[in-house]
């Protein structure tokens, strides 16, 4: 039974199939974003103007502005329908690319093209306020996805109850676990469904059974042609919950393709980089 | 230069992507996205000024009393101190002050105007410019507070009110919130940027307080009174504060508001549009 409706997922969708152009979508091209790692007097107006004023060459010194390359020539087209997992090292550059799809980061190079409503879940807590009941969060958090109070209100029951918080609902928010948070945030963030939903990997620290429940959920509006894009370090997860899967490494796009021949790319590169990381130590020793 | 072209993955057709709108639009999109939500950033300048207040009786009248007791503290020993008859002392330091902490309030908020907001900025996309208008008008709400003084300061010590010139208020208002409004992008930026700029101009406020007419009247200056009426902080002041008091305002002050508007608001759009798509790393 399991097979076959996995069978089913996997046959395109009509509009698809008659190549339709996307309801909604995540284009690419080139995409670089450089961090400035901005530190001690880098951060100070006083010395950039010194050393602007005194000795051109020395600007840079005495700036110590040390930019890194995040993202570095990524072109991905992500088209509805789509689950996509991002996988990868730590610092490959996961968070920063789920930044740039949510529109937070403009990339320092190349394009970016959205269309549909994009909601993203990259921190519980956002907009929360500790001291403010969850009844009350789910009303503020759903003004910073752009939802009216007013409107949010209607939906601050259905919410609760996704939660399965139970009387915990009406407590202020400071009292509540992780995986609390991890309920309340998600719950919030999906009670609209969005044409994209942004996730980092935070999710996997919710339990199994609410995870269940989110997939679900999850599984049920990308039926409804829409995206979901997820970071996550659990390639079982990534497995569970994706069709196709990105491998990110040092900024770059290794691989993008079916999540079985991505997987094993990444355990290649989990299994190479251990021992390259021990050479690149002895090669310091 | 690469070919900003890439095959659909779906479907094999070659799709191009649409030009990229100048930095300027982007900035302009910005400022008009942040107005069109403006239900958002009145609700949480509401919320900012209540929760601030939480949990006490008198909630955001607290801020009322402590005005209150600063002007009624200051004006009996600021009176003495002047040679000043009382009935015409107070009212002008009550209409000063009240409108002092309006405006100064908005420029040392304003370098925290990305600042405070960076666990928002780093999360979800909203239009920077609804920052600064969720500064201005929190700023503006907290001046209604303190405005219930002033009724009852001119109702215990009466002033010849004019009333048709009350209506320069609006103007005056409106004018200071947009100034406030560039202030609080620009400063907001600068200070996002560098970390030092913030307490740098806490003490230059601090300065100019006791350099602008607010607790003597700028007619003490005598034959330079000019210098102080050139003081924008003057010009901001004196347009709310003759109108209720009854006195003819600066000439020069509706002069500089408007050109500290207009040139404000040139100067501030192009650093913003050359510079905020950096904000979010900045923060």
Not at chain 1, 152 to 177: N, W
Not at chain 2, 139 to 163: D, E, M, R
């Amino acid at each position: 039974m399991r097979r076959l409706l996995r069978l089913l997922r996997e046959v395109p969708l009509p509009h698809r199939l008659l190549g339709l152009t996307s309801l909604s979508f995540l284009r690419l091209r080139n995409v670089c974003v450089d961090f400035p790692i901005y530190q001690g007097s880098s951060r100070s107006l006083k010395r950039a103007l010194l050393a602007t004023s005194t000795h051109g060459n020395l600007a840079r010194d005495a700036l110590d502005r040390i930019n890194v390359r995040a993202l570095s020539d990524v072109s991905i087209d992500i088209l509805n329908g789509d689950r996509i997992g991002l996988i990868g090292l730590n610092g490959a550059g996961k968070t920063t690319l789920l930044k740039v799809l949510a529109g937070v980061y403009e990339p320092s190079q190349g394009r970016i093209v959205s269309s549909g409503s994009i909601s993203s879940l990259l921190d519980t807590n956002v907009g929360l306020n500790s001291d403010a009941t969850g009844r009350e969060n789910i009303i503020l958090r759903g003004m910073y996805m752009g939802i009216h109070p007013q409107e949010m209100r209607t939906r601050v029951d259905e919410v609760a109850a996704f939660t399965e918080l139970g009387h915990y609902i009406d407590m202020p928010v400071r009292t509540y676990s992780a995986g609390m948070m991890i309920r309340l945030a998600f719950s919030i963030s999906t009670c609209v469904p969005p044409d994209i939903l942004i996730m980092d990997e935070w999710l996997t620290a919710g339990d199994a059974q609410f995870l269940d429940k989110a997939q679900r959920r999850v599984e049920e509006f990308v039926r409804g042609s829409s995206i979901l894009v997820l970071a996550s370090h659990s390639t079982q997860l990534v497995e569970q919950w994706c069709n196709r899967v990105i491998l990110l490494h040092q900024g770059r796009v290794v691989t993008m393709g079916p999540v079985k021949e991505v997987v094993a790319a990444y355990r290649r590169l989990i299994d190479g980089a251990i021992p390259e990381a021990a050479a690149q130590i002895a090669a310091a020793g | 230069m690469h070919a900003e072209t890439i095959a659909d993955a779906e479907t094999g057709r070659i799709v191009e992507l649409p030009e990229a709108p100048t930095r300027a639009g982007l900035a302009a999109i910005d400022l008009i996205e942040g107005v069109r939500k403006s239900w958002l950033w009145t609700t949480l300048a509401e919320q900012d000024v209540k929760l601030r207040y939480r949990g006490s009786i008198l909630g955001p009248f607290w801020q009322t009393l402590t005005t209150a007791v600063m002007i009624g503290g200051m004006g009996f020993i600021y009176s003495k101190l002047f040679h000043t008859d009382l009935h015409d002392y107070l009212p002008m330091l009550s209409v000063g002050l009240i409108f002092w902490a309006f405006i100064a309030g908005m420029v040392t908020e304003g370098c925290g105007t990305f600042i405070s907001v960076q666990g928002i900025i780093q999360q979800v996309k909203l239009p920077f410019s609804l920052h600064a208008y969720r500064l201005v008008y929190r700023n503006l709400l907290t001046l209604a507070h303190n405005f219930v003084i002033i009724p009852i300061v001119l109702f215990l010590f009466p002033h010849p009110i004019v009333w048709t010139r009350l209506i320069e208020l609006v103007p005056g208002l409106v004018l200071i919130s947009i100034i406030g409004v560039w202030v609080s992008i620009l400063l907001g930026m600068i200070s996002a940027r560098f970390r030092d700029v913030p307490p740098i101009v806490a003490s230059i406020v601090q300065v100019v307080f006791f350099m602008t007419p607010v607790m003597w009247p700028v007619q003490a200056l005598g034959p330079n009174a000019w210098w102080a009426q050139l003081n924008p902080f003057f010009a901001a002041i004196d347009v709310l504060r003759g109108p209720l008091l009854g006195q003819p305002t600066s000439r020069y002050s509706w002069a500089i508001l408007l050109i500290m508007t207009a040139f404000g608001c040139a100067a501030s759009f192009a650093f913003f549009a050359r510079f905020h798509s950096r904000i979010a790393f900045w923060v």
